[in-house]
């Protein structure tokens, strides 16, 4: 840059020097009647174009002490970046302080990003050869079993140098992460804590709903993010609730400590955000008969945390329900000394995998027959890549496994000799038709709920309520536990929830009549993850619904204008 400075100088010198040979040309040519007319014109018009050419030079070493102005300032503004990076002393196992650099918006989102390449490489290089496998080609079977162990391993090697990638960071992630979780925990406290109860909005939750406890606590959530969101106190009403006829203030805390009723206000029901604006008492029905639904539901993330959320977490939305359920979840004294206690007596220790494994009444009907090899193979694989990571450790390969069918357990016991499976087989036993909506059964789903989301892993079916309760609670036990699980069947998601999209990053020409097009930009509809590389979804643009290769979409999180509620850090 400075020698191209120069340059322009010594030009713009040679310019002016020329400019005043012109003039001097001119003026000593003006007396001189052997010129004519058209000489002097051609005369002026090369000084008018010597005039433009230093006219641009002299515009171009404008731009260039311009650019090297701004040059000077984006390194001071770097140099000022690097000089206020936040460093943490980490004293490691050698006794050296290693200082720790916040990681920018784009670093964190790409990180997630491989992890999740690296996973749908799995599952499409796994299905592809699975097929090759089942092939009549000789010693075919012999050669593809040889590449599926060697490419899992690696697999599972590049996965825990993307996990110390990760956790590189984990003291600035956890940090912020937990500050995140308070002012979310300030903020609801504060709408369920009016100082004037009589005058303020309240919403009415009733606890009635004709379905087992994780069902329940999902309309309690979904209850929950609209009254937050139209910033109005939750009111649950419990009176006659199926599972304890002393109602949710037995089993968990009341969600307010100021609010607790309608005071006598009659009951409207809901009509919309806006129609029901000016009605101080409401009530919702259950979401499949909500009116005019509000922009609340998951899986919607609040707009002025969306970038904090965005880089610290894998699934926002995830992450946004697990804050209410956090809040919803706070066992009364008892009910906390009960679930230590069988912690206890379970011998309950890391590292450890959790099972959900649902059957009776739902096979059939909500989810289909998982038998429990399709559970163990997932389990393995998550042991294995451990075993990686902890070389020296002789580890003891513990399972939680949780279920509503009796039978499941000592078939995994007779199955699985090298495995370590602690369960409540009272919890089984509970769980039966016949006995299911009881105090007792009650207890038992708490516990297989919290124990689950204790766990380092889960493998489940999304399809069971239950196994969606203990990831979302996961969520809050942990900085990002958006990965930490398996289904066996869907995708996450939340009865009710908006529509569930995702969007093009890359390109895609279909191979066979089963596949779509996709083109960067496009929008997805998406059905269901096959967990083999590939999904389904419907493309908007085109309208066509079909497979297609998973990595090439990003997900989609809704950005709503929560309530920012300025005043709930003062009144907490």
Known sequence: MMMMMRRCKEILGIMAI???????????????????????LRVMNEVDILRKKNDQLQTLLNQQKEEKLNSHMKL?????????CKKTPLVDHKSAVAQICEPTEEQEILIKQINDDAMELSFFVTNKVSKLKTSNKVNSAAVVEELMMGFNTQQKSLLLDIEGLITSNSDWRDKEANKLMELVAKRIHHVQNPSNCADGKRLV???????????????????????YGTERTLIIDSEHWRYSQEGWESIFLPVSNTCTSTDGQHLQHWRGEVESRDILVVTLPIVDGLPNRPPYMPLAIPEDLSRQLLRLHGNPSVWWVGQFLRYLWRPQPWLDEELIRTQVQLHFQHPIVGIQVRRTDKVGTEAAYHGIDEYMKHVDSWYETY??????TSTIRRVYLATDDPSVLPEARTKYPNYLFISDSSISQSAQLSSRYTKGSLLGVIKDMHML?????????FSSQVCRVAYELMQTLHS????YFHSLDDIYYFGGQVAHEQ??????????????????????????NHWDGYSKGTNRRSGKTGLYPSYKTVEIFPRV????????????
């Open 561 to 572: 204008r929560y309530p920012t509620y300025p005043h709930a850090a003062a009144s907490t």
């Open 387 to 392: 075993q990686l990571s902890h070389p020296t």
């Open 205 to 227: 939750c009733k606890l009635n709903k004709g379905c087992g406890f994780g069902c329940q606590l999902h309309h309690l959530l979904y209850c929950f993010l609209i009254s």
């Open 453 to 461: 989301s204790k766990c380092d892993y889960l493998v489940c079916t």
């Open 503 to 528: 969007i093009a990053r890359l390109n895609h020409k279909p191979t066979n009549n089963e596949e779509i097009e996709l083109v960067v930009g496009d929008v997805i509809g998406i059905a269901g």
């Open 480 to 483: 990002d536990a958006s990965t």
């Open 76 to 84: 001071q503004d770097i140099q000022k970046k690097l000089s206020q």
């Open 18 to 40: 020329l400019w005043v040979v012109v003039l001097f040309y001119l003026y000593t040519s003006a007396d001189n009647s052997n010129k004519t007319g058209a000489e002097m």
